[in-house]
């Protein structure tokens, strides 16, 4: 095996670790930390149908900058959202994680990953759970040792489906 490829993979896996590590944050509703993931002009945009372009040109499930992840996010914690009274509790999946832009010795590339998230709201008098599935692209942005966020597309395999009301992040 020869260098180039064995450090490829060593990149790879600091994605991956990353990815994960996001994915917890936002388990655990540590979403002041995971909005810190983020650059300053990052975003997190979910589109509302399978091939859609962009965010700005149609409706998406989601399209949140740092201002509006921060309302969401208080919004959450607001002790009169009852939609969350009690907490919808989830637990994410990341696999398949790979490069699918840049080269991954270069400040900025896309990964691409696969998500599984499980979403479970104990409301009375019947729960709710919901599981959810699809693809992550992150562009991300090397910053020291670490990554940042510069943006997150999340794509639902069924995203054009009739949702109950979204309230956490994919």
């Known amino acids: 095996m020869n260098a180039p490829h064995a450090a490829h993979r060593t990149d790879v896996r600091e994605i ?17 930390e995971w909005m810190e993931l983020f650059v300053p002009e990052g975003y997190y945009w979910a589109p509302a149908r399978p091939g859609q372009v962009d965010p700005w040109s149609e409706a998406s499930l989601m399209f949140d900058d740092r201002e509006i992840m921060r309302n969401r996010i208080q919004r959450l914690r607001h002790p009169k959202a009852y939609a969350q009274i009690p907490a919808s509790r989830a637990v994410r999946q990341v696999s398949n ?3 699918e832009e840049g080269d991954p010795g270069q ?9 599984f998230m499980f979403e479970h709201r104990p409301t009375l008098p019947q729960p709710l759970e919901r599981i959810f599935a699809g693809e ?3 562009r991300l942005r090397r910053d020291g040792d670490a990554f940042r966020i510069v943006w997150k597309k999340a794509m639902l395999a069924n995203c054009d489906a009739a949702f109950d009301p979204l309230f956490l992040y994919f």
């Open 136 to 138: 992550y692209r992150h």
């Open 97 to 99: 994680v790979g490069v």
């Open 107 to 115: 400040s900025e590339l896309t990964a691409r990953s696969v998500f």
């Open 16 to 32: 991956e670790a990353f990815l994960i590590h996001e994915a917890r944050l936002l388990d655990e509703r540590r979403f002041d």
